[in-house]
């Protein structure tokens, strides 16, 4: 047991971990995959749709022709199987080879109203502002007072998750008490002022039945002159 411990963590400092690898271990440790690892997904013998993803916040991936399917919580040698036996109607005989390239733990995630969301590498001493600049700062209508950042806790076996309180108005008018320290694995949402989202609605919902509406009477105006 104690060797496969032992060549279990020489590959994963080399920072990629083959799914058989992991299973091997699994007597000690079995592995779930989580949201933020980098997979390495390798379709033989169809190599144009093999590629390398990142398991987004919301614990999906999107593989070519098959689109966006679930992977957080699922052991890698299963997710294996899972899409030899989705490829299986499309490629003839596939192998599939899935390898786990980074994993979630030295990563944070800003997602919400920011200009660029997703995941960024964690650096010793980051805060809730560096964050914020990796991802070219805040969208226009972003509500800055009301971040909340959702963390993993252990203790032992156990993993408890909290949410945390930010206010990035305090921050950006210097009030640095308010930078929160990060750490691996947070997850940074930033959300949307209430009256944008309402106008978005709007926009999407209404406009477009108006616009129709204005058209179907301009065109009957046309006609009747028509005629």
């Known amino acids: 047991m104690k060797i496969i411990s032992i060549a279990l963590s020489a590959l ?7 799914a058989s690898a992991l299973e091997a271990a699994a007597a000690e440790k079995e592995y779930f995959i989580e949201a933020g690892d980098v997979i390495s997904v390798n379709v033989f013998p169809a190599q144009e749709f093999s590629k390398e993803v990142t398991v987004q916040p919301d614990g999906t991936i999107e593989i070519p022709l098959l689109g966006s399917m679930r992977a957080q919580g699922i052991k890698p040698g299963e ?17 599939i080879t ?12 800003l997602i919400g109203q920011v200009k660029s969301p ?6 010793e001493g980051m805060r809730l502002l560096d964050l914020v600049a990796l991802a070219g700062g805040t969208a226009d209508y972003s509500r800055d007072a009301k971040v909340r950042i959702y963390r993993k806790l252990k203790d032992g076996d156990k993993v408890t998750e909290v949410v ?3 206010n990035l108005e305090d921050v950006f008018e210097g009030k640095m008490e308010s930078n929160i320290p990060l750490v691996t694995g947070d997850i940074v949402y930033i959300p949307r002022k209430p009256y944008s989202a309402a106008a978005r609605w709007v926009t999407d919902n209404v406009v477009p039945w108006a616009t129709l509406f204005v058209f179907a009477i301009t065109a009957g105006l046309v006609a009747r002159n028509n005629d």
């Open 12 to 18: 994963l400092l080399l920072g990629s971990v083959p």
């Open 164 to 166: 945390l309180k930010a």
């Open 98 to 109: 899935l390898n786990v390239r980074r994993f979630s733990f030295n990563r944070v995630a």
């Open 118 to 123: 997703g995941y960024h590498e964690f650096r």
């Open 79 to 95: 997710l294996e199987k899972m899409l030899t036996a989705k490829f299986s109607k499309y490629v003839s005989n596939p192998s």
